[in-house]
């Protein structure tokens, strides 16, 4: 199943693989604009026979950037570096989708930072400003004109990022969402944010669409996988199509971390919302990723740290499923 066709919508991925999004801090212009690093280590991964690749987060706006040295869809002027990114991996077989982000609380640049409340992550980070209804309106208007700008770029999917402790998921948790209007206070209110997002994006993207999520706070009072159900269930009536699970980072936690750690969190969601769901977490074999697809516990597999390993990570679990992976031209020598 690894290496067989999935489509959603009208876009066909011609594996399971996926690249996930993960963060390079290589604009080192600070402008938030494409690279030759980028162009080099996307259009590697498609060389190497990656089903989707999926761009690194890349902040709606300058002040939602994690780091100073992340890509960014804020301006016109990122759409042809982001152009040259998609040509050179459709050239490569492959598709390629790009991860929409806002760092709120946790964002590491110069000025003022904006969340949902005034709290810190930690005691090492700065305290965010609240915000007001002007800053949610821009935001969820940066997001829409985040996903245009992807659009005239040549992205194949759009993966909004809910997870991780970065904005969306801020005002997700009650552990990071103290607000009393009506983006607050209730686990309908606190879904307001991303459902207004999912809802401008996709007056201007009717592509597949994607969100990230962290499916588990690991803290007593935060939110669980159960919770995540229920707002998966929501996310599909909008029309979201695939659900990508990860978990963690909205606090400060101890997480234990073993092969295939956040897989069940993907199994729950997939069945509990009836939804497409993309496995993630130290998934490194090929024999891995088979069993999580026949077992119907994902759709996808979305593999990180081994493809920064390996590049050509497909080859290596074709062979250990004894499949015959047809190579890249100039390479069938060597493969």
Known sequence: MLFSPYT???????????M????????DREDGTVHNWHLVHYATRAVGQVGLIIVEATAVTPQGRISARDLGIWSDEHISGLQTLTTLVHEQGAKIGIQLAHAGRKAMVEGEIIAPSPLPFDETMRTPKEMTKTDIEETIQAFQNGALRAKKAGFDVIEI???HGYLINEFLSPLTNKRTDEYGGTFENRYRFLSEVIEAVKKVWDGPLFVRISASDYHPDGLTVNDYVEYAKRMKTQGVDLIDVSSGAVVPAKIDVYPGYQVP???TIRHGADI??????LITSGRQAEEILRNGRA???FIGRELLRNPY????ASSELGISLEAPKPYVRGW
């Open 265 to 267: 969190f993907a199994e």
């Open 8 to 18: 959603i919508r009208d876009v066909t991925f011609k594996n399971r693989i996926v």
């Open 20 to 27: 996930s999004p993960m963060c390079m801090y290589a604009c």
């Open 276 to 281: 497409a769901t993309g496995a993630v977490g």
């Open 161 to 163: 990022h809910a997870a």
């Open 313 to 316: 990570w497909p080859k290596t």
């Open 299 to 301: 759709d996808l597999i």
